[in-house]
């Protein structure tokens, strides 16, 4: 067995290799082969703060408890190996210090075999891969958990609640005022207040408990063992308790205050993720119902049903795999009946679910964010198709397309819009970018600044659903508006409801007098089409005109003789 060992080194040699050894920068053992050391190295004795000489001790007694059978098999085997290497905790004379150890054996002149032992110090290696540890799973700015570890945390709870017959509470935090605080402060301040809230609710919670930031002005409480209503509310008023006494920061007393939503273990849910989600669920039923208030999830009032989420799921998988498509509604001209643009509508086919109704899948986007995705892609594949129009009608036409709220909102939003323009070669003045009232109203400062913006690129602003929002008049004189769009609710009932003519009439007078244009959304009889135009509306939409159709349907439409002979008939 010890056939293939070196070749012995002379007694003299190998006393001169222990002087050399002796110099070592790493830590240098001989070992007999059942683990006493023949010698040690001079840094190995001070490292170990022991009194020399080590010579005749086990190496085995200066390894840390967790780490002794693995160095007992490392020796065991090492003769048929040759060469055996191992990152141990070494015992120091003041901590445990991790060492990379490797292990080799040789023949000395006794024709004995020794064990030679080199140990690197791995301590400035192990912190740097802590710390790379912690900034995967923490917040950089609270140092708490963040979502990846949050998800390690509600998972173990589970299985500890599962062996404890006991149920635990999932509470999600937001803070009430955050987003005023950082647009008044900057964003220096708002730092301050999220470190600070975070310190307090860590010190409001239990040792047991778990406090994640999960996002902005998020956080999340794992509390094990809360599981009736009593102590939900118990706990619960005193996180909102904490975070309702000021900030003071930097001369100025800042009040933020906050929301809760809160869901329970079984009773709620039985897996990580929807116990976040029915969580979430009840903080926007929180906030929607007047904030700083604590809401536990409610079935009832659950709008976020299990359909939902497994919807939300199949969205991403949709995004993935092309599902989405864009379909076109005819605009025409309420005289001549001619095409004059189209809106561009979403639509998801799902291989089992078949067509999902936009009003299902565009709110949960809105919520998860990635409308912002969606709705980049359907402008830019909307200003791609009109230029297709374009040169099958051998006409100019316009392509109108709705702007969510989140994404009229996003800081990217105009580099969207350029990159539509610029990559379809569309003109902006063909283009009308439809948005809500209540879009406008949430931010107006902001809203007038970036409907500045999406006027210097030529582009129109239409204001969809007018009438059934805010309606406040004094828009229409502080923002670039081209195009009111009036809504189906105000057409439905035309021309017997005498209330929906007089709207219609003052809306059309108002446009008149600003210089918009208007369009009558909804429009399903020649009754309506008639009314409209005979009252001077020059644009209509619905189902009597055209259905929303794909592309190449909308173009059999334009190049459709009847059109043209029904405009010149007219004219």
């Not at 209540?438 to 690129?457: Q, S």
Request: glycine share 6%.
């Amino acid at each position: 067995m010890l056939s293939s060992l070196p070749m012995p080194l002379p007694k003299n040699t190998r006393h001169a290799v222990d002087g050399m050894l002796e110099e070592a920068g790493d830590i240098v053992f001989r070992l007999a082969p059942d683990g006493h050391v023949l010698f040690a190295s001079r840094r190995a004795a001070t490292l170990l703060g022991a009194a020399r000489p080590l010579a005749g001790q086990l190496l085995e007694v200066f390894v840390s408890d967790l780490d002794r059978a693995a160095l007992k098999t490392a020796l065991a085997t090492l003769p048929s190996s040759g060469v055996t290497r191992l990152d141990l905790r070494v015992q120091a004379a003041d901590n445990e210090v991790w060492y990379d150890l490797r292990f080799s054996t040789f023949g000395n002149a006794d024709d004995a075999t020794e064990v030679l032992v080199v140990g690197r110090d791995l301590s400035a290696q192990q912190a740097t891969e802590e710390r790379l540890r912690h900034m995967a799973t923490h917040d950089a700015l609270t140092g708490l958990p963040n979502r990846l570890l949050l998800s390690d945390r509600i998972r173990m709870t589970i299985a500890q609640a599962r062996r404890s017959g006991q149920g635990f509470t999932v509470a999600t935090i937001g803070l009430d005022s955050f987003k005023k605080v950082n647009d008044a402060l900057g964003h220096p301040v708002g730092d301050t207040v999220l470190r600070m809230a975070a310190a307090r609710l860590r010190k409001t919670l239990r040792d047991s408990d778990t406090l994640a930031r999960v996002g902005g002005d998020e956080f999340v409480a794992v509390l094990p063992g809360t599981f009736n209503e009593q102590q939900v509310r118990l706990v619960t008023g005193r996180l909102q308790a904490t975070l309702q006494a000021p900030f003071e920061i930097d001369a100025h007393t800042i009040y933020v205050g906050a929301s809760l939503g809160v869901a329970v273990y079984p009773q709620h849910a039985e897996d990580e993720v929807r116990l976040v989600a029915l969580a979430d669920a009840a903080l926007s039923r929180a906030k929607q119902t007047g904030k700083a208030r604590c809401v536990v999830y409610n079935p009832r009032h659950d709008s976020l049903s299990e359909h939902d989420i497994s919807l939300e799921a199949a969205m991403f998988q949709a995004v993935r795999d092309g599902e989405f498509m864009l379909h076109y509604q005819p605009i025409v001209d309420a005289r001549t009946r001619a095409i004059e643009g189209f809106e561009t509508l979403m639509r998801w086919k799902h291989p089992t679910l078949g067509m999902v109704s936009p009003a299902k899948f565009i709110p949960i986007a809105e919520t998860n964010g990635l409308i912002n995705l969606l709705g980049a892609w359907a402008l830019k594949a909307a200003c791609v198709q009109l230029k297709q129009f374009q040169e099958a009608a051998k006409r100019p036409l316009y392509m109108s397309v709705n702007i969510s709220p989140r994404q009229f909102r996003n800081d990217k939003f105009l580099d969207v819009l350029d990159d539509a323009i610029s990559y379809s070669g569309v003109s902006g003045e063909h283009l009308v970018l439809e948005i809500t009232e209540g879009t406008l109203m949430i931010d107006p400062t902001h809203a007038e600044t970036i409907l500045g913006k999406m006027a210097e690129r030529r582009a129109r602003i239409a204001i969809d659903d007018f009438g059934t929002g805010y309606s406040s008049l004094a828009y229409l004189k502080r923002f670039p508006i081209s195009v009111l769009k009036i809504d189906r609710a105000f057409i439905r009932d035309l021309p017997a409801s005498q209330k929906d003519g007089a709207i219609c009439n003052a809306v059309l007078d108002l446009a008149r007098h600003l210089s918009l244009s208007v369009v009558a959304e909804g429009v399903e009889t020649e009754e309506q089409m008639a009314y409209m135009n005979d009252r001077g509306c020059r644009y209509v939409q619905g189902y009597l005109t055209g259905k929303p159709m794909a592309a190449n349907v909308a173009i059999a439409a334009l190049t459709e003789s009847h059109y043209a002979d029904v405009a010149r008939a007219v004219q």
